[in-house]
Nanobody
Framework: VQLVEAGGGSVQAGGSLRLSCAASGFIFSNYAMNWVRQAPGEELEWVSTIYSQGDTLYADSVKGRFTISRDNANNTLYLQLNSLKPEDTAMYFC?????RGRGTQVTVSS
């Protein structure tokens, strides 16, 4: 299993970013995928899940602002981040059954 995140960056509050996760080494379309994040000094926090059929779940803290999606043909997971807040600052990871990539940093300034 290999998961490679990209798309992070530094934005001002209210801005947007689109994260991606390139997956390989398994049949991507068969598995639910997660986005999780970890702020400095904080525990890992679940952000969102997308099931193989496309159903989605969101943490209350991001509901209405973030959108998870997947492209099964290209083995890629996405997370659209809108209306970003400083408290969204964290390293973002895609995850499959507890396996995570190296992450991509999102920094939101006020």
């Amino acid at each position: 299993v290999q998961l490679v995140e990209a798309g992070g960056g530094s934005v001002q509050a209210g801005g947007s970013l689109r994260l991606s996760c390139a997956a390989s080494g398994f049949i991507f379309s068969n598995y639910a995928m997660n986005w999780v994040r970890q702020a400095p000094g904080e525990e890992l926090e679940w952000v969102s899940t997308i099931y193989s059929q496309g159903d989605t779940l969101y943490a209350d803290s991001v509901k209405g602002r973030f959108t998870i999606s997947r492209d099964n043909a290209n083995n890629t997971l996405y997370l659209q981040l809108n209306s970003l807040k400083p408290e969204d600052t964290a390293m973002y990871f895609c995850e499959k059954q507890g396996i995570r990539g190296r992450g991509t940093q999102v920094t939101v300034s006020s």
